[in-house]
Structures are given as C-alpha cells and as structure tokens.
C-alpha cells in the first residue's frame, strides 16, 4: 500500500509540474453468475468520448488541466442481477461516485475541474 501510495503521489507532482491535475477513474462491478463485459464511456485526456467494453476492475489515468470536462459510465451488458461502481478521482481523492445495480445497471460519475 506504501508504494502505491509513493507512486500515486509522484504522478500528482509529475502532473502538477505540467500545470494539470492527475486524474483516475476506476470502475468495478458486482455480479451474481459469471464475470461479464461492462460498455465503459469515459473522457480521454483530448477530451474525446471513448466507448469500449472492458472487464472489471477497470481504471484509466490522466493528466487533465483546470477547466476540463471529467466523465465516467458503466453500464451492465446482462440481463442477471449485479451492481455497478464508478469513481472519479482527483490527485488521490474521490470527488465523484456513481453506483447502480439491477439488470443492464448503468452508473456516472462526472464533473469539471
């Protein structure tokens, strides 16, 4: 945990030297049968909407300057029970959360720096 946080901390003040923020998003879910592909939309660092499937646990990390549109969506692709959880962080800290459950669930979590 002490070298996660280390390594977390140097790509703050990495980002920081460049006059960004270090962004982190992470998605999770929670499923009653077999593991299943989420359809995850999220904001890349261009500022460009990204649409793919991806397999839980997910994160994508970024450097993202004052003003800049911060977006993360997952949405179940099954029809089974299950949940949901999207988290947006900034420099280390959660400033946004999302969480929902039930068939073809779909979670947020957005914001502006």
């Keep these: 945990m002490r070298k996660k946080a280390e390594t977390i901390r140097l790509k703050i003040e990495e980002a920081a030297g460049q006059g960004k923020f270090y962004v982190q998003y992470a998605v999770s879910s929670i499923l009653q049968s077999n593991r299943e592909p989420l359809k995850i939309t999220y904001r890349n660092s261009s500022g460009a909407l ?58 947020t979590a957005s914001g502006r720096l």
């Design 50 to 107: 990204i649409t793919q499937r991806q397999y839980s646990p997910w994160t994508y990390e970024l450097k993202a300057g004052e003003g800049a549109l911060l977006y993360v969506s997952a949405q179940r692709q099954s029809d089974e029970p299950g949940d949901v959880y999207v988290v947006l962080m900034v420099n280390g800290r959660v400033v946004r959360e999302g969480r929902s459950d039930g068939l073809y669930a779909v979670a």
